[in-house]
């Protein structure tokens, strides 16, 4: 008689929805004896199992979105960085009296270095 009442009272109040799924006989067995052992109605102790797992991934959740975008910013900045090296280095001259000039200065060698290198035609 309770479980009808239960579902009248789900189908009146407008913020709560009926869940239906599909579980083996023998987990819903131990699960309604752990339940009457414990003196809780299965709809209590499912609805505590979902708001336990609510509070144990949403701390995971928002960490994977904040690092999803880290990822997605530092993408960003890295992309307008090179467009603005490879911008900035289009605008320096790159030969002198028909010598290639040096331009990586990522190599230390190269950096220092006051020689040019001849281009190959």
Do not use: V, W
């Amino acid at each position: 008689m309770a479980n009808i009442n239960q579902t009248a009272s789900i189908s009146i109040n407008k913020s709560n929805n009926l869940i239906n799924f599909i579980a083996s006989k023998d987990l819903i067995e131990t699960f309604d004896s752990i339940c009457s052992y414990n003196n809780q109605t299965r709809t209590s102790a499912l609805i505590k199992l979902m708001r336990d797992y609510i509070n144990e991934q949403s701390p995971i959740i928002r960490h994977q979105i904040e690092s999803t975008q880290n990822l997605k910013n530092d993408l960003s900045n890295f992309n307008q960085l090179k467009l603005q090296t490879e911008t900035q280095n289009q605008s320096k001259p790159t030969k002198f009296n028909g010598y290639k000039l040096r331009t990586n200065l990522n190599d230390p060698i190269l950096f220092f270095s006051d020689r040019f290198i001849e281009e190959d035609l």
